[in-house]
């Protein structure tokens, strides 16, 4: 079961709830607000905070 | 919710998801078509199923609603469940989302419908799921939650307690009528109506759902036969040489709604109400 981009519309960051961007290789979804990344697992997001990964880099680094 | 308890409930309902989808306890019932009889689903409806299991709410409501967006805490069940609805062939409606129930991942307005069923009792902290509920609900949205019902009496409630953790360490705690008409009102949505139906467990299939071995079988089951007599009466305890084959519970559907958007009538201020005009003319 593919992710159809189309069904983004109703998902967000569980977050702090603002929209959400598929990554181009659709392996994982992420909030450019939070800098988390949430997986794709057999075309089911993963959008739990705890499993999300941070992507974002200390200032400094 | 903390993560040590969200893994406890993974390993729980990951262990038995094969189980809950095969589950023929979960898969029909008088609860699911009272709550398509109360909530009137449409063809316009995007539903929400919050804490799926086996996705047998999402399937029995698929055929009724434009799509079903099924959500769980635990990736085996949502596996399991996708694995059951593409065997079911004609279903292309019903998309799955690892997601927790106190945290939504969903846009505010999201859903016309939203369903749960026997799960709130899983839930750490019921009141937030209930304004996530609230927060994804569009205006005017319908919503039913199905869960066991907390019985009244005190020695009963007891007995309903300790087997529930007995049979599923992740029971948390079910709710008595008054204690979902208050958080319900709390979390500002409006009660419609409340429902009771029993349903009767086959005892064997509801220990086998919770994976429990034989000797933890076998103690629920002297915990049953143990029990006093007003708890067998209540629980309509069935039993053939000592072996308990069906009880009998109460669970409690909650219909509610999300207020519909308040209608502004432009009213002329009172200063400009035209005055009778004493100049002539």
Redesign the interface.
């Known amino acids: 079961?593919s992710l159809k981009p189309e069904?983004l519309d109703?998902?967000?960051?569980?977050?702090c709830?603002q929209?959400?961007e598929l990554d181009e290789d659709r392996k994982s979804i992420h909030c450019s607000n939070c800098y988390l990344r949430?997986p794709v697992?057999?075309?089911?997001?993963?959008?739990?905070?705890?499993?999300a990964e941070c992507s974002r880099v200390a200032e400094g680094n | 919710m903390d993560s040590k308890f969200k893994n406890q409930i993974r390993e729980q309902f990951g262990k038995t998801a094969v189980a809950y989808v095969e589950a023929t306890h979960f898969s029909g019932g008088e609860d699911l078509e009272e709550a398509a009889r109360l909530l009137k689903p449409s063809h316009d409806d995007n539903m929400l199923d919050v804490a799926c299991g086996g996705g047998h709410m999402a399937l029995f409501f698929s055929p009724m609603v434009r799509q079903v967006v099924a959500s769980d805490l635990t990736m085996q069940m949502l596996k399991k469940a996708q694995e059951h609805i593409a065997e079911e062939g004609r279903v292309d409606n019903v998309v799955f989302r690892e997601a927790d129930a106190e945290d939504l991942p969903f846009p505010a307005g999201s859903f016309t419908l939203l369903t749960c069923r026997i799960a709130p009792h899983h839930f750490p902290d019921v009141p937030r799921a209930l304004r996530e509920f609230h927060r994804v609900l569009r205006r005017g949205g319908r919503m039913a939650i199905i869960d066991t019902l907390m019985p009244s009496d005190p020695e009963i409630a007891d007995f309903f307690q300790t087997m529930e953790k007995m049979r599923n360490p992740t029971h948390i705690k079910a709710f008595s009528e008054e204690e979902w008409q208050e958080m319900i009102h709390d979390s500002e949505l409006i009660l419609q109506e409340t429902l009771v139906i029993s349903k009767t467990h086959d005892f064997q299939e509801w220990t086998k759902t919770a994976g429990l071995n034989r000797a933890k079988a076998q103690e629920l089951n002297k915990f049953f036969m143990d029990a006093p007599q007003k708890v067998h009466d209540y629980f309509k305890i069935e039993s053939f040489a000592g072996e308990v084959e069906s009880y009998t519970d109460k669970k409690l559907l909650i219909y509610a709604t999300r207020k519909e958007k308040e209608k502004h009538i432009y009213q002329k201020p009172a200063t400009e109400a035209p005055k009778e005009s004493t100049e002539e003319t």
Request: aromatic letters at 4%; glycine letters at 4%; charged letters at 25%.
């Open positions: 079961m069904l109703i998902l967000a960051c569980p977050k709830k929209s959400v949430f697992r057999d075309g089911i997001p993963v959008m739990l905070i705890d499993e």
